[in-house]
């Protein structure tokens, strides 16, 4: 089982439609996590963290945690064309010393 | 302007050759880190320095060398002993040593001729 797991995607959604991306991890020892944006052929950008259980909303963005079920989601309410990009899930654990692990990303596209 | 910034942004390197990878940043963050990232994949740990003077092995460090001499720049060499280097390199930053927020330099993309 790989130490985070997301949906490779793609995920295509209507424009103005809610984007659901999934994220699970494997350490439940696992403290602080993470999306990121990453445009074709740029750098991963911060959307946001999250630290403890349940909701998080910024703009249009949501994270949501759930430590027992060891599941992280991100929300993109009034999708944009503007979205369409991979989003990497990264969690930082700390049992056996600092780790950042980063899922494979999971593509979106809104179309327009 | 605070950021992170890496040089070159592309690079081209012949079989058998050293190269080195610039990065800088002005962010005043204690912890640099350099990952890698093939296409389809997540990005994959290298090397990551918590302190001037000292650095760590991360997940893939065979064939790569790092030297953190000053707070501000994280250099990392692709050596000859690397036998796929083709990647797309990034080069990121946190405030402090303990597992934080990470932000990310625009990369350098490496390929191998």
């Known amino acids: 089982q790989k130490e985070v797991e997301q949906n490779s995607g793609p995920l295509s959604v209507p424009e103005g439609a809610i984007a659901s991306l999934n994220c699970t991890y494997s350490?439940?020892?696992?403290?602080?996590f993470f999306w990121y944006r990453q445009y074709s052929g740029k750098s991963p950008e911060l959307i946001m963290f999250?630290?403890?259980?349940g909701d998080k909303e910024d703009g249009r963005f949501t994270a949501q945690l759930n430590k027992a079920s060891q599941y992280v989601s991100l929300l993109i309410r009034d999708s944009q064309p503007s979205d369409s990009a991979t989003y990497l899930c990264?969690?930082?654990?700390?049992?056996?010393?600092?780790?950042?692990?980063f899922g494979a990303g999971t593509r979106l596209f809104v179309k327009a | 302007d605070g950021g992170i910034t890496q040089s070159p942004k592309y690079l081209f390197r012949k079989e058998g050759q050293n190269v080195t990878l610039s990065c800088e940043q002005n962010?005043?963050?204690?912890?640099m880190y350099w990952y890698r990232q093939d296409p389809g994949q997540g990005l994959r740990l290298i090397y990551y320095?918590?302190?001037?003077?000292?650095?760590q092995k991360g997940d893939i460090a065979e064939g790569y060398s790092v030297s953190r001499e000053k707070k501000e720049s994280f250099p990392l060499t692709v050596t000859s002993a690397q036998k796929n280097p083709t990647a797309f390199y990034l080069c990121?930053?946190?405030?402090?040593?303990?597992?934080?927020?990470?932000?990310f330099g625009p990369g350098t993309r490496l390929t191998v001729l």
């Open positions: 350490d439940r020892g696992s403290q602080s």
């Open positions: 320095s918590q302190i001037v003077n000292d650095f």
């Open positions: 999250i630290y403890s259980n």
């Open positions: 990121a930053s946190s405030l402090t040593s303990v597992p934080d927020t990470q932000y």
């Open positions: 990264a969690v930082n654990i700390i049992s056996g010393g600092f780790k950042t692990i």
């Open positions: 962010l005043n963050h204690d912890a």
